[in-house]
Each structure stands twice: as C-alpha cells, then as structure tokens.
C-alpha cells in the first residue's frame, strides 16, 4: 500500500483521498485553508457529496486518513502527490493555473526522489509536459491520472469507474499508478500525457455537445407537435447512441462542462484550429438558457404583468444531488428573469441563505413558502421531492396555477388534473 499526498480538499480532492485511503493507501490530504483543515479534523466535511462524510470518518478512524494544513507538510513523506486543485477559467477561457503553480512551488524541493505527481484535476492538454519541464527534477515523474467523478455520484465512480486513464512518459511509471487501482475492476488504459489529457476534455465536450443537441431537438419538438421524452428513448434504443444522457433541461451547467469546453476549444485555437462545431454547441447552450427563461416570460399576457407578478423559482443548484451552485444553468436563467424585471422567491433543499449573485431574490425555506401568491412556477434543478409534493395545496397557494418544468420532472396528465396550466421542454 503507498503513501499518498492530495493536495487541495475541495469536492475531487475529498472524494479521491477518502477512495484511495478506502481501498487501504495511508493518505494525507493538505490544504491551504486551516479554517477548513480544522473542520474537516473534527469530522466535518465543508460540502455535500452522498457518503462522503461516512467514508472521511471511517478512514480517519481507521488511521489511513490525515489532514494538514499547506502541501509539503503532506508531500514530504509521500510516494506519489495527487494534485486536486481548482483550475478556474481566466475571462478569454483559458485556464488559471494559479492555484498549481504555488503548489508546485511548494512541494518541488520536500517531494522524495523518485516519487511521481499525479495531476487529477482537469487541465489544459500540454500540462503535464509543461510542468515536467518545470520542475526542474529529473527524479520525479508527472502523470495526468484525469478523474470521471460526476457530482452527487462521486463516490460510486471513483470505486466503480467506467474507465482508469492514465497518461505518463514511460510503460514504468504508469504501472506504479495503475498499481494504485489494482482492488478496482475497470479498463485501464495507458496513453501519452497528452492524449490522457484530451480524454477528459473530449468526455466533457462530447457530453455537453450531445446535451446542446437534445436541447435542440426538444426545442424542434415543440415546433412540430413531438414528443422529446419519446423521441429519446426511440433513439436511445440504439447502442451507437446510448439512453443516457438524453434529458432536455433549461442548458447545461456546473463546474465542469463551461469551463472544460472553453478550455478545450482555447486549446484548439492555440493549435490553430477554428473548433466550430464547439464553438457553436457553447454558443446554442447561451441561447438555448435564455429561451428557458422566455419560455416563462410567455406565459405572462405583457410584460407590465410579468413585472407586476411573481415568480416561484423550485431549484438553485447546477442538479439534483449536490449543493454546487457553481455556473448553475437556474443562476442563469434567474439573471436573465431578473434583468426584464422579475420578483422571485426561490427554494432549494441545499440553500438556505441569501445568494450574493442574486440580488433581489428572496429565499423560501420549504416549496410552499415559494409559491405563496406566485403567478407562476418554474422548477429548474430536478430534485427528487419536486414531483412527490402536495400539488392541490400547492394550487390553492399560487395566484395563477402555472407550472413550467425545465426538467420535465412532472407527469404532464396529472398536473393538468390539478388544475394547472403546464409547460414542459420538448413536449
Ligand atoms: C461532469 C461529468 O459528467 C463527469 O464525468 C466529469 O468527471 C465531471 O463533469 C468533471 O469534469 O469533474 P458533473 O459536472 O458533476 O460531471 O455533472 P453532470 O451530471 O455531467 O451534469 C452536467 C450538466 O448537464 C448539468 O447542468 C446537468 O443538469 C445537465 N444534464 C445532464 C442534463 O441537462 N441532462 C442530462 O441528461 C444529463
């Protein structure tokens, strides 16, 4: 069993140190934060990912799991260096390696000789090729070890991956890493550094491309009276197409898929590529957020009584299973309600407290408190309890009974049979 350093406790970091200490590693996990190195000592976890809490006690029970604060209090004694650090998007799109470059700046003189980093955020292609040029050690070897973790199911795709990736100089070095993962049952496959970059970016652009087309197709649907949830599943049946990840929503959305596509399609045009294709499925996503939110202007008779109204937002954050509001597609489609002069009251499971970046929105602490005298609902995060609600009472509530379901997570025929006036996407 090896002795690893993570470096960074944010949702990837986390989920990878308390895995890897899981499947019997000794792991430390550093961060610059002490605040939340405190925390996270006396066993509280400063995000939600289901099982996560559980499984950073067990190991810290189990003296296979540490926290420190700053990286080479981690590093210094460690076999390998899992870099778990945010890499968030400059304003062209390119990636702000901040946060790496001070990490590396830490840990180049303390990391034992022979010892390999391994990047597990989600990087530029060319990182891990730049960065062994840069750190100045020939005794230590840089991986790019991508991560698949999808939120609220982070847990399950770490032990249960679809696929382990790993990018390295050398046959060598990579069986070291793989070694790692030997108690996992998956594929693995061994690349170069940069090709093992371009298949996390490519995951996420392809998905996010393969969303922008549903949402396209939804959008169509409505145009020539089809159905989109029937349309998916007849296509869905085909395996070159596969049934998941076919839901319409109001856009895509989170911490990955806007800044990994931007990140992507930067790395094309550096490489003197014109990504069109990418460049357009972005560009659809912007306007595909914005037709949600006219989706709800519409069912005003005029503006003056879309002003005069209020609306009922169910839903903040980016889906259903986390409490990450980061790029959330409902922030987005709240701004462009708030910017043709919306009241709304919002509620979310995970949000209790007044958004900064929401100025002017008020928050409910349960459903019904958000729909009190609303002239209409949207719900734009499709968390479970939405559809399991009191939906007479929820009638009676509202000024006007209108549903729009950004996320179709209601069934059309019995909402109508309350009484309400219902908009799906697709449908
Ligand atoms: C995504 C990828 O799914 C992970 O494989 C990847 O590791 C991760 O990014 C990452 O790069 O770290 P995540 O950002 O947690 O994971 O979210 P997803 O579940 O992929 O959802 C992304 C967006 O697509 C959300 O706004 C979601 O609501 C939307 N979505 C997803 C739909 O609108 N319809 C669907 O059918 C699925």
Same mark, same amino acid.
């Given at each position: 069993m090896a002795n690893i350093a993570v470096i960074g406790a944010g949702y990837v970091g986390l989920t990878v140190g308390?895995?890897?200490?899981?499947? +019997?590693? #000794? =792991?430390? *996990?550093?961060? *610059? #934060?002490?605040?939340k190195v405190e925390l996270l000592k006396a066993g509280k976890i400063?995000?939600?990912? *289901?099982g996560l809490s559980e499984l950073v006690a067990d190991n810290v029970r189990n003296k296979n799991l540490k926290f420190v604060v700053g990286a080479s209090n981690a590093s210094s004694a460690a076999e390998f260096h899992f870099l778990c650090l945010p890499t968030p998007p400059n304003l062209d799109g390119s990636t702000d390696m901040g946060y790496f470059d001070s990490a590396i700046n830490e840990i180049e003189k303390v990391m034992k000789p022979g010892s390999i980093?391994?990047?597990?955020?989600?990087?530029? =292609?060319?990182?891990a090729a730049r960065l062994q040029d840069r750190i100045n050690r020939n005794d230590i070897q840089v991986v790019s070890n991508p991560e698949f973790l999808s939120?609220?199911?982070a847990l399950h795709d770490f032990l249960h991956p679809s696929r382990i990736v790993i990018g390295a100089a050398s046959a060598e070095t990579a069986a070291r890493v793989a070694e790692l993962y030997a108690n996992i049952d998956a594929p693995v496959l061994i690349t170069d550094t940069a090709s093992a970059e371009l298949i996390k970016h490519t995951s996420n652009?392809?998905?996010?491309?393969?969303?922008?087309?549903?949402?396209?197709?939804a959008t169509l649907c409505e145009l020539v009276g089809a159905d989109i949830i029937d349309v998916a599943q007849g296509i869905g049946y085909d395996?070159? *197409? +596969?049934?998941?990840?076919?839901?319409? +929503?109001?856009?895509?959305?989170?911490?990955?898929?806007?800044?990994?596509?931007a990140s992507l399609l930067?790395?094309?045009?550096?490489?003197?590529? #014109?990504?069109?294709f990418l460049e357009k499925a972005i560009k659809l996503n912007q306007e595909h957020l914005k037709r949600t939110a006219q989706k709800v202007l519409d069912v005003f008779p005029s503006l003056k009584e879309f002003q005069d109204g209020t609306i009922a937002v169910w839903g903040l954050t980016f889906k259903a299973g986390t409490d990450d509001l980061r790029s959330s597609p409902s922030l987005v489609v709240i701004e462009h309600l708030l910017d043709k002069g919306a009241r709304i009251c919002a509620y979310d499971p995970m949000v209790h407290e007044l958004l900064p970046q929401l100025d002017g929105v008020t928050?409910?602490? #349960?459903?019904? !408190? !958000? =729909?009190?005298?609303?002239?209409?609902?949207v719900i734009l995060t499709e968390w479970e309890e939405f559809s399991t609600l009191n939906f007479e009472k929820i009638k009676k509530l509202m000024k006007s009974p209108t549903i729009i379901d950004a996320r179709n997570i209601l069934q059309r025929s019995e909402i109508e049979a309350y009484g309400f006036d219902y908009v799906g996407m697709g449908r």
């Open positions: 308390a895995s890897l200490a899981h499947l +019997g590693h #000794d =792991v430390t *996990i550093a961060d *610059i #934060d002490e605040t400063p995000l939600f990912e *289901i980093l391994v990047n597990k955020s989600t990087l530029p =292609v060319g990182t939120e609220g199911n652009a392809f998905l996010a491309m393969k969303l922008t087309f549903v949402n396209e197709i395996p070159r *197409i +596969g049934s998941s990840y076919l839901k319409p +929503g109001p856009g895509w959305g989170g911490s990955c898929f806007p800044k990994d596509s930067q790395t094309a045009q550096n490489a003197g590529f #014109d990504f069109e928050i409910a602490n #349960d459903p019904y !408190a !958000a =729909v009190e005298g609303a002239n209409a609902l």
